[in-house]
């Protein structure tokens, strides 16, 4: 307890019409021509139309940026920050899930330190702080809104690499649960999942303490209890409350103690075959906690208890994360999502380099890697 530890974290606004601050939050930041970040899918709700006129209210021009894809590329990140400077713009306000944030956060950084985004990969690679940026999530559980983290698709590589930096922390997020009611019950399962394994994956890292133990221990209760209603009762406001506050929870911890070896996983399979990282996290992490287990016994019990299993062992854990998962319909293999056998060496080969292997309770081999993946290719 006596150890010094940081705990970063952007200055966010909570609760329902939390979104119509962007344009003071964004004038207080001393904004003149925002560019507004998001996608194809947001551009299709009223959302967007509330962000601008919030702008517009306190007379700030604005450009839309949207071409960004789930899983952003680099070029997308490239090529928003050419609009963001042709247009000279100087603020960012980031609008959707983990995508547009993400892609936004690595403009920012482009435009500060007129670098290729490539260049930030890794563990503290921005020399320059970023430009402001204000996000407002609209999904609950990617965390990207509060996180030291952005995920960017190398596209020559096929690599989803990781840009882990404080630059990468916005300088607000405008959290809204009424965003999540655009999110069919499919993304709100995923997204929710993604939320789960942020926070169990954060609670056993070895670089875990008391203050991101609280919030990752509260956000698995709260999604063990909000989830499976939030995708059954999509339009229900006290899940969605509910499951936005587990998303932030979760962001806050994982952004200050890190991930593990399902993200370090999760990312490969993005980048190789490009499949959704909700879905990536939910086929993966029965398995990677019996891998774990031995290492980190004590704290998955700890995870048991929050979500309602006290005195369970490992079996009755992994059980019930199958069983979790299979309520919200997710319950396919890596098989069903066009992973072969042949593919496993190159994507275990990726997952040893990624920077959230660093944090995982127990070192693994390459090997130990290849095991895992094979076991979550036919299911148990």
Do not use: W
């Not at 962007?22 to 009223?46: E, Q, W």
């Not at 995920?151 to 989803?160: N, P």
């Not at 660093?358 to 890697?369: A, F, H, K």
Request: a negative charge; proline letters at 5%; hydrophobic letters at 45%.
């Amino acid at each position: 307890m006596g150890e010094l530890r940081k705990f970063v974290t952007p200055e966010f606004v909570f609760g329902n019409g939390a979104r119509f601050l962007a344009g003071r939050y964004a004038s207080n930041l001393g904004a003149s021509r925002v560019l507004l970040v998001t996608d194809h899918g947001i551009m299709k709700t009223g959302l967007v139309d509330d962000v601008t006129g919030s702008l517009h209210d306190e007379g700030l021009d604005y450009v839309i940026f949207n071409d960004v894809t789930p899983n952003p590329r680099d070029h997308e990140v490239m090529e928003g920050a050419e609009v963001f400077d042709a247009e000279e713009c100087n603020m960012i306000v980031a609008l959707g899930g983990g995508s547009p944030i993400d892609c936004a956060k690595a403009m920012g950084a482009v435009v500060s330190n007129r670098m290729n985004v490539l260049e930030f990969e890794g563990v503290d690679r921005i020399p320059v702080p970023s430009i402001p940026i204000i996000c407002i999530p609209t999904t609950a559980g990617t965390g990207a809104d509060v996180s030291q983290f952005a995920i960017i698709m190398d596209t020559h590589r096929r690599v989803k690499m990781a840009i882990i930096s404080k630059a990468m922390v916005p300088d607000a997020s405008l959290i809204d649960p009424e965003t999540t009611l655009t999110m069919d019950g499919e993304l709100t399962a995923a997204t929710g999942m993604d939320a789960l394994a942020h926070a169990i994956e954060a609670y056993v890292s070895n670089a875990s303490f008391h203050l991101t133990d609280l919030n990752a221990l509260d956000s698995i209760g709260i999604i063990n209890r909000a989830l499976p209603g939030a995708v059954l009762e999509p339009d229900n406001m006290d899940y969605r409350e509910d499951m936005m506050l587990a998303s932030l929870e979760a962001g806050l911890a994982f952004s200050n103690a890190s991930l593990g070896l399902v993200h370090a996983m999760a990312h490969s399979l993005g980048g190789k075959l490009d499949i959704p990282h909700g879905e990536a996290n939910a086929l993966l992490l029965e398995y990677v906690i019996e891998f774990n287990f031995k290492a980190a016994g004590e704290r998955y019990l700890r995870i048991a208890g929050a979500m309602g299993l006290e005195g369970s062992g490992l079996d009755e854990l992994k059980a019930y994360i199958r069983e979790f998962q299979e309520t919200l319909g997710m319950d396919m293999t890596l098989g069903d999502l066009g992973v072969d056998e042949e593919d496993i060496p190159a994507l275990a080969e990726t997952s040893m380099r990624d920077p959230c292997i660093v944090t995982n309770p127990v070192r693994p081999e390459q090997g130990d890697v290849e095991e895992i993946f094979r076991r979550a290719l036919s299911g148990p």
